[in-house]
């Protein structure tokens, strides 16, 4: 059966937290295992990040938008920003790639996306923002209980 949630928050970095947990809160249905669960929070960590340190430059009148949704062991979670965009996303997506290196980035957020998820898409317009489309195909875990 077919789960959706959808969820937005001001731009402000207090709440990047809010949505790891949330998402995480969302996908615990499926009883995912310790690493998937770490790993799609992580990847809401870095989305979310770049929608408020990239895509709105800090600025706190932005809002992040988030939808995810789960079905047959399948999550997909889309995060979306109405910022500045990305001018070439696949300069952007390569490995150490960093707008920001005065505020000590790493430039691994898109690096550790394609690594923790199965599908990573990218669509992003200068001065209209960028939507991140992720998917993930969870195992079935199987609790132990003693």
Same mark, same amino acid.
């Given at each position: 059966?077919?789960n959706e949630m959808n969820l ?7 709440n990047e937290s809010f949505a ?43 809002? =992040? ?23 070439? =996303? ?31 898409? =990218? ?8 939507? =991140? ?14």
């Amino acid at each position: 059966m077919r789960n959706e949630m959808n969820l937005s928050f001001s731009a402000q970095s207090q709440n990047e937290s809010f949505a790891r947990v949330t998402v995480g809160a969302f996908i615990a249905q499926l009883d995912p295992t310790m690493d998937e669960m770490t790993e799609i929070k992580t990847v809401v960590s870095e989305a979310v990040t770049n929608a408020i340190i990239h895509g709105y430059q800090g600025q706190p009148d932005g809002v =992040v938008y988030i939808h995810a949704s789960i079905d047959q062991g399948v999550f997909e979670l889309t995060i979306r920003d109405e910022g500045m965009g990305i001018s070439d =996303v696949e300069e952007a997506r390569q490995p150490l790639y960093t707008t920001k290196p005065e505020l000590e980035r790493s430039g691994m957020g898109f690096t550790i996306m394609e690594n923790f998820m199965d599908e990573v898409k =990218v669509v992003s317009e200068p001065m209209i923002g960028t939507t =991140v489309f992720l998917k993930k195909h969870l195992t079935k875990s199987k609790a132990i209980c003693n």
